[in-house]
């Protein structure tokens, strides 16, 4: 347990149905560097504006230091980092 708090940021994005789970986790991890400490999908949707060879889901990624409180600049370049990496590749799409 760390006595710093965590904080945590949402991404929605859209998935082909090819595309693994445990891909997205592992660019996440990778750009999340140690500050990492969980990650959820909190939300899930197929249906109407998603085609029917994707889904789309909310994944609420936990960041937190063992040293010292995370300032708010210092997550959300992390959490930008991350977005562009998923953006980036393909069968990905952000909303």
């Keep these: 347990f760390s ?6 940021r949402d991404i929605s994005i ?6 693994r789970f445990r891909e997205l986790e592992t660019i996440i991890r990778e750009h999340a560097q140690e500050y ?3 990650l959820q999908v909190v939300d899930t949707y197929q249906g109407k504006d998603i085609s029917p060879d ?3 889901f909310t994944l609420r990624i936990f960041y937190q230091s063992q040293e010292r409180t995370l300032t708010a ?9 991350i977005r562009q990496r998923l ?9």
């Design 73 to 81: 600049q210092e997550v959300d370049s992390l959490h930008m980092k």
């Design 14 to 19: 859209v998935v082909e149905k090819e595309k």
């Design 54 to 56: 994707s889904f789309a």
């Design 36 to 38: 990492l400490t969980d």
């Design 3 to 8: 006595p710093y708090p965590a904080v945590s």
């Design 87 to 95: 953006k980036s590749e393909r069968g990905i799409t952000l909303r």
